[in-house]
């Protein structure tokens, strides 16, 4: 499984079972935050065999069941952090996916467990990522129409519609997808959001999703 191909089968789960993460994978998994912290100075971290961070009524009532292994997002406060978290967030979720394994976004419905993260003086912790083995595939969640996400008028080339179209797969809380894309230029994108809760985490995660489905970089983004 590529990473497109993670990006159109996986959703959202929320049950999980004992089995403990594969060394070899959760080895994979370290490897990967490790490489994303360096390139984005966040401080994120995999928890395993914790489970403690949803044994109470938060996560009773965001329906979370056996989960005992997390990524934790962390970095330090300022205006990018919860875009810098989506971005990188939303790549780890899918590597884990081509991996064998099940992941949810959550944003409030866990407990922050002392002494078992390491948050530095100046950080924040922004969100967690569920991870773990599951019979569970999830289930497609309900999406906005390409015209509610995008701005541009008139014709459009290939690969902006299918960086929109992907981004449309994203993940965000409360599918609110309050984001929206501009093609300036032909060349350029500006990617915006409106206010909600954790919007500048959807954004940086729906950026991720366009930037793989038209098969552009990061250059790609314009102010």
């Not at 962390?74 to 978290?85: A, M, S, V």
């Not at 922004?126 to 991870?131: D, E, G, L, Q, S």
């Not at 299918?162 to 929206?180: D, S």
Request: hydrophobic fraction near 40%; aromatic fraction near 8%.
């Amino acid at each position: 499984m590529d990473l497109l191909q993670a990006m159109h089968e996986r959703h959202s789960v929320r049950v999980y079972d004992n089995t403990p993460i594969d060394d070899v994978i959760t080895a994979a998994l370290k490897r990967l935050i490790t490489t994303f912290n360096a390139e984005s100075g966040l401080h994120m971290q995999l928890l395993t065999n914790e489970p403690k961070a949803f044994s109470g009524i938060k996560a009773r009532y965001g329906k979370f069941r056996n989960v005992r292994n997390y990524i934790a997002l962390i970095g330090r406060k300022g205006p990018d952090l919860g875009e810098l978290c989506g971005y990188y967030g939303e790549q780890l979720v899918l590597e884990a996916q081509t991996l064998g394994l099940k992941t949810c976004w959550v944003g409030g419905t866990y407990k922050k467990v002392p002494k078992v993260l390491s948050v530095d003086n100046g950080e924040k912790l922004v969100a967690v990522i569920a991870v773990g083995y599951s019979n569970e595939d999830g289930t497609q969640h309900t999406n906005r129409e390409f015209n509610e996400v995008s701005k541009t008028i008139g014709a459009m080339p290939e690969w902006y519609v299918k960086g929109v179209e992907a981004a449309l797969l994203a993940p965000t809380a409360i599918n609110q997808q309050k984001f929206v894309f501009e093609l300036i230029d032909d060349e350029k994108v500006r990617a915006t959001t409106a206010l909600g809760p954790f919007s500048t985490v959807d954004l940086g995660i729906a950026k991720y999703h366009f930037e793989l489905g038209s098969g552009k970089d990061d250059t790609i983004w314009t102010d």
